[in-house]
């Protein structure tokens, strides 16, 4: 198990940026793959990225060309650098991690509100 706690989000215009980050507790975390997922109300909840244990990354489409998933495992911690913010980024965003082989997330933070205004 591992416990995640999200910061830096907040509210941003559009086309402003911000930057997620994602603090992992556990001695492990460099064997997790972490993802970014978000939730909007009314809207089912999706994945944004994804970085694998040895850095590899997905995208969704809607995102790609302007957020950048990292991590730095020295500091247990994973990063979202969102930028030219877009009104329909306005989410909960959620901080996810699973072991490989895993089919699923077991592990996710508290969630943080981002509010991209027009």
């Known amino acids: 198990q591992v416990q995640l706690v999200e910061s830096g989000g907040g509210l941003v215009q559009a086309g402003g940026s911000l930057r997620l980050s994602c603090a992992a507790s556990?001695?492990?975390?460099?064997?997790?793959?972490m993802g970014w997922f978000r939730q909007a109300p009314g809207k089912e909840r999706e994945r944004v990225a994804r970085?694998?244990?040895?850095?590899?990354?997905f995208y969704t489409e809607s995102v790609k060309g302007r957020f950048t998933i990292s991590r730095d495992n020295a500091k247990n911690t994973v990063y979202l650098q969102m930028n030219s913010l877009k009104p329909e980024d306005t989410a909960v965003y959620y901080c996810?991690?699973?072991?490989?082989?895993?089919?699923?997330?077991?592990?996710w933070g508290q969630g943080i509100q981002v509010t991209v205004s027009s």
């Open positions: 556990g001695r492990t975390f460099s064997s997790y793959i």
């Open positions: 970085i694998g244990s040895a850095g590899s990354t």
């Open positions: 996810a991690a699973r072991t490989i082989g895993s089919m699923n997330y077991d592990n």
